[in-house]
């Protein structure tokens, strides 16, 4: 039996040609692919201003860099999420000062968050954990009342909702990632959206060298060796760009495929006594990065450990999606946090089990990792 992989692009003969394209020009980068793409982003969006960048990360760094945060500072961020939510506050020198997460949303709990603010609060980095913008409102509104920008990454979250309004679009800025497990793929790469001007000036000078932002739209005006701050290269080149418009083209396609398989998981899991489903708000709407399921609470870490063995043995590919960040080993190092800091974070992240999840999924592939995901759940019920 070929193995159900994890996750997998949704790439089409229209995608292909797109490539094949920018190839044929002799402008694979800095040409007119880019604002092309960032141009999409802001239709999709219905926000003033995108920029590409060639990481969800580098994306994130350029925000922190533009809100003149720095060493001294300290940022509000969750410890449930890809390493790279922290790891962009290290970057710039300032201090990720974790809070606990909702149960439900697995998002930073909004109830816990004026707690943590300090005079050296600089931001609010909030993550739509899984894709889920559930409670984004309530944060968007401590953020305002303390006057701390709240910066979005929203790189699980592209398409998702809450409230009619846009993950991406909570924050004075918001960050996507194009990774080929995301919703939709540049093989590698990023966008940073914003209704901030200058922030978004202050973007395009970051992933440009430090290049004055007035050189020209594409950086090759009058300034171009004119460098007016340490920047960095986070170009996307034509040929990602090009991807990105295509599969931005197709993005409504891709999102109704993965929302198919989403139910076909829920009708298959609902009713499982040892399972619990991802809990999604009434206003809010998923577009679905991944599927993470968690186990009841009979079961332990070395029991999620063994699951996750027993799958991957039988050709499912699956992960345990998240490892909390304030327990990785160099977070343990430079911050001094420990296990038990957030009991609610621990607690979930001992116990996830990513699904299989793509576009593509078929009803029958979703059997066999139903099948075998019973299998190793019974099997562990009955050692215990
Ligand atoms: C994917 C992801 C990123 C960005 O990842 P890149 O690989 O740098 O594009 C950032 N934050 C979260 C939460 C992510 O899932």
Not at 343 to 358: C, G, K, Q, S
């Amino acid at each position: 039996m070929p193995e159900i992989r994890l996750s997998a692009p949704d790439i089409t003969q229209l995608e292909i040609d797109a490539v094949l394209e920018v190839l044929h020009t002799p402008q694979l980068s800095l040409g007119p692919k880019i604002p092309e793409f960032e141009n999409a982003f802001k239709r999709h969006l219905g926000v003033e201003h995108a920029v590409a960048v060639s990481s969800g990360t580098a994306g994130l760094h350029c925000c922190l860099l533009g809100l003149g945060i720095g060493p001294g500072d300290e940022v509000i961020t969750t410890p449930f999420s890809f390493i790279a939510s922290s790891n962009v506050i290290l970057m710039v020198g300032a201090k990720p000062v974790f809070v606990d997460i909702d149960s439900k949303t697995l998002n930073i709990n909004a109830d816990k968050i004026e707690a943590a603010i300090t005079p050296k609060t600089k931001a609010i980095l909030a993550v739509e954990a899984f894709g889920n913008p559930g409670d984004f409102d309530k944060i968007v509104q401590i953020a305002a009342r303390h006057e701390i920008p709240l910066v979005e990454d929203s790189c699980e979250a592209l398409g998702s909702s809450h409230g009619g309004r846009k993950a991406g679009t909570f924050g004075r800025c918001g960050v996507f990632g194009f990774y080929p497990n995301k919703q939709m793929t540049t093989g590698e790469g990023g966008m940073v959206v914003t209704n901030d001007k200058h922030l978004a000036d202050m973007c395009r000078s970051y992933r440009n060298q430090g290049r004055d932002p007035q050189a020209g739209a594409a950086g090759n005006g009058a300034g171009w060796l004119g460098h007016v701050r340490l920047g960095y290269n986070y170009r996307m080149s034509d040929i990602n760009a090009a991807l990105g418009i295509a599969q931005m083209s197709r993005l409504e396609e891709i999102l109704e495929k993965r929302q198919r398989v989403a139910h076909e998981y829920v009708q298959r899991l609902m009713d499982h006594p040892h399972i619990v489903l991802p809990t999604i708000h009434e206003k809010t709407v998923m577009s679905w990065f991944v599927f993470v399921i968690r186990l009841s609470e009979v079961f332990n870490a070395d029991d999620r450990q063994a699951i996750l063995t027993y799958l991957r043995n039988h050709g499912i590919g699956c992960s345990n999606y998240f490892p909390p960040i304030h327990l990785q080993p160099f977070y343990k190092e430079t911050l001094g946090t420990k296990e038990g800091d957030y009991p609610v974070t621990e607690y979930v992240a001992a116990r996830t089990i990513a699904l299989p999840f793509h576009a593509n999924l078929t009803p029958m592939e979703q059997d066999r990792v139903m099948h075998h995901l019973n299998e190793a759940v019974g099997l562990r019920l009955s050692e215990k």
